[in-house]
Antibody, heavy 117, light 107 residues
């Protein structure tokens, strides 16, 4: 059974940094593209970042480009999101998601990031 | 950026009724549309991919259709567990986007 478990969320001050992790199990992690998607309070879903297999290609949403860095460690079956220069508008639940074709077939339950002084 | 507009924002229906949800794209996305069900505090669940293909384990009462710019998700007969928020998503390019969601609530 596929499991994606996010961790690393919490309260951080504006301008601060945080690293999220997503631990994967139940599938061959290295064979799949992985994404981060977020949901702001009372908001919809927003694409954050994607990384293809072997980290060959990386993509970012416009609102996080230059501040966030996605990476993966296939030996640990783990996806990461390094977030810096955080803003209040980055407050959201962050989900990791396993890509299947042009959609996501599995998601984690999310980790909450709150940016506030 | 491709904008997805979902309508209605809220659908108030009773169990057993038919639900029809709409998703309109600002430009053609071929059939690269997926639909997800999301309940608060849970992981979103893939229902439909490539506009009309049911994901593994999804009941037959869920169906998707459309191509180009207009898409629909139909729930033929609402079950109590179907009351949730539904999102469409496109990935014509790597800059994927989601619709704003339709909340299906109990009338």
């Amino acid at each position: 059974e596929v499991h994606l478990v996010e961790s690393g969320g919490g309260l951080v001050q504006p301008g601060g940094s945080l690293r999220l992790s997503c631990s994967a199990s139940g599938f061959t992690f290295s064979d799949y593209n992985m994404h981060w998607v977020r949901q702001a309070p009372r908001g919809g879903l927003e694409f954050v970042s994607a990384i293809t297999t072997y980290g060959r290609e990386i993509y970012y949403g416009d609102s996080v480009r230059g501040r966030f860095t996605i990476s993966r460690d296939d030996s640990k079956n783990t996806l990461y999101l390094q977030m810096s220069s955080l803003r209040a508008e980055d407050t959201a639940v962050y989900f990791c998601a396993k890509a299947k074709g042009r959609s996501y077939d599995y998601w984690g339950q999310g980790t909450l990031v709150t940016v506030s002084s | 950026e491709i904008v997805l507009t979902q309508s209605p924002a809220t659908l108030s229906l009773s169990p057993g009724e038919r639900a029809t949800l709409s998703c309109r794209a600002s430009q053609s996305v071929n059939t690269y549309i997926a639909w997800y069900q999301h309940k608060a505090g849970q992981a979103p669940r893939l229902l439909i991919y490539d506009a009309s293909n049911r994901a593994t384990g999804v009941p037959a009462r869920f169906s998707g259709g459309g191509s180009g710019t207009d898409f629909t998700l139909t729930i033929s007969s609402l079950e109590p567990e179907d009351f949730a928020v539904y999102y469409c998503q496109q990935r014509l390019t790597w800059l994927l986007t989601f619709g704003g969601g339709t909340r299906v609530e109990i009338k």
